[in-house]
């Protein structure tokens, strides 16, 4: 597996954080205007499912930007971390998909069905998996090396 250099890798999961951020919370200041609004394209009974899953989306996206945060700070403050491309990638995508995954599930619902969009959220949730569980290794791994120098 090929390492990046921690810093480039930290700026890059801040600089996707924030803005992950930005356009979650976005999304949430839409959804309470469209319940605002009372739109019946947001509201009405047979769109429970879309209701639920544009939530879904905006609660996926704000908590995995601030994964991301938590992600390039880790980068900046445990030293002696190295984090594979791979799972840093892996943390990217799956904060995208997953998200996106359900937003899009969202947009055409099928008798009370999410659409076709919703096929991305199992898809992200694994490139999760890999990532945060790759980087807790990275950080087991650099908690044992500070202490095998003391």
């Given at each position: 597996m090929t390492n990046l250099n921690p810093v480039n890798i930290s700026n890059r999961h801040l600089r996707f954080g924030w803005w992950a951020l930005f356009v979650f919370l976005t999304l949430g200041v839409v959804l309470e205007t469209l319940h605002g609004f009372k739109l019946g394209w947001y509201l009405d009974v047979g769109n429970t499912s879309r209701r639920l899953m544009f939530t879904l989306a905006h609660a996926h996206g704000t908590l995995l930007a601030l994964v991301n945060l938590a992600a390039g700070l880790t980068l900046r403050t445990t030293p002696g971390i190295e984090l594979a491309r791979a799972a840093s990638h892996s943390l990217l995508w799956g904060s995208v998909l997953l998200p996106v995954g359900f937003f899009l599930g969202g947009v055409v619902i099928h008798d009370g069905d999410p659409g076709i969009g919703v096929v991305l959220v199992p898809v992200g949730?694994?490139?999760l998996l890999f990532?945060?569980?790759s980087t807790a290794q990275s950080v087991a791994r650099?908690?044992?090396?500070a202490g095998a120098t003391r």
């Open positions: 949730a694994l490139l990532g945060v569980g650099a908690a044992r090396s």
